[in-house]
């Protein structure tokens, strides 16, 4: 891949498992990296989830190799979070393919 590909900021969150005093287990989730991506729009569907019309879509994330992220992180663009399906490592373009669907909240 080309270096000016990677040119939208992005943010990678990871989960801190938490018990809060009720006993309760809870997920927080912190800021971890903040780097810049070649971002793909993969794919698109209109679902309807708990009577409401979300607009699902899944984005394809290039990023470099040493960014620190794994299958439990999620990733924030433009102000919407993205939960990780999948990642692949390519070794010989030094990058990994993050392919996120977005999360209705």
């Known amino acids: ?9 992005i943010t990678i969150f ?5 018990i809060n005093e009720y006993g309760e287990r809870t997920i ?3 800021q971890r990296y903040d780097t810049r991506a070649n971002v793909v729009y993969a794919s698109s569907a ?3 989830q708990n009577s409401e019309e979300f607009f699902a879509y899944i984005v394809t994330f290039g990023v ?7 299958e439990r992180c999620q990733i924030e663009f433009r102000g919407k979070r ?3 399906i999948t990642i692949e ?4 373009q030094n990058d990994k ?3 996120a669907e977005l999360i209705n909240e």
């Open 1 to 9: 891949m080309q270096a000016g590909l990677f040119n939208k900021p």
């Open 14 to 18: 990871e989960p801190i498992d938490s």
């Open 28 to 30: 927080d989730w912190k």
């Open 46 to 48: 209109r679902e309807n």
């Open 64 to 70: 470099r190799s040493y960014v620190p992220v794994t």
């Open 82 to 84: 993205f939960r990780i």
């Open 89 to 92: 490592e390519r070794e010989l």
């Open 97 to 99: 393919l993050i392919r």
